[in-house]
């Protein structure tokens, strides 16, 4: 399995952004769609976003689309989450994670996918 380290999560004032990375070690990451997710208290982990492994596919919540944008660079072993226009209700610990598919291929099913960060944490303040 890869070993994946998500970064750059912190407090941030409502409208504001952040940029979120996640790094992967250990297997060739260019295999893996790979996809963002988080998790608030007292909630079930919700897919946020997702990429294909060509990077020319994406997907996004109902929640995050328009706000929120996925990349990754093969070279770097890394997958990216911009958010703009934060809101409160963002407030919770993201992950990364990766699931093997096909080159232009999607998972949007959290039960696919088997390799995970620990997570990082977004707050908003109001």
């Known amino acids: 399995q890869v070993q994946l380290v998500e970064s750059g999560g912190g407090l941030v004032q409502a409208g504001g952004s952040l940029g979120l990375s996640c790094t992967a070690s250990g297997r060739t990451f260019s295999i893996y769609t790979m996809g963002w997710f988080r998790q608030a208290p007292g909630k079930e982990r919700e897919l946020l976003a997702a990429?294909?492994?060509?990077?020319?596919?994406?997907y996004y919540a109902d929640s995050v689309k328009g706000r929120f944008t996925i990349s990754r660079d093969n070279a770097k072993n890394t997958v990216y989450l911009q958010m703009n226009g934060l809101k409160p209700e963002d407030t919770a610990v993201y992950y990364c994670?990766?699931?093997?598919?096909?080159?232009?291929?999607?998972?949007?099913?959290?039960?696919?996918?088997?390799?995970w960060g620990q997570g990082t944490q977004v707050t908003v303040s109001s």
């Open positions: 994670s990766g699931t093997v598919r096909n080159w232009n291929s999607l998972s949007y099913r959290s039960d696919d996918y088997n390799s």
């Open positions: 990429i294909s492994r060509s990077g020319a596919n994406t």
